[in-house]
């Protein structure tokens, strides 16, 4: 399999959430995940909240796959 390469400021996203997941998947799943849904935000006339909403959408992603704990853990 193939490494995902993202752009660097998307990087601690990445790590954000390796370091919140379960195990479940992969950095390199993870890393698709992040750069799939920055892509729904390249067009967005502000960018200044991107990873903000990248790191609240991929979250939301992952614990609807069960991938993530609670935040209350």
Do not use: C
């Amino acid at each position: 399999m193939t490494t995902v390469e993202l752009d660097p400021k998307l990087d601690p996203i990445v790590d954000k959430l390796m370091a919140r997941s379960n195990g479940a998947y992969d950095a390199n799943f993870v890393r698709h995940l992040v750069l799939q849904v920055a892509s729904e935000f390249n067009d967005a006339p502000v960018q200044d909240y991107v990873a903000v909403l990248v790191t609240k959408e991929a979250g939301d992603e992952l614990r609807r796959l069960n991938a993530l704990e609670s935040i209350a853990s």
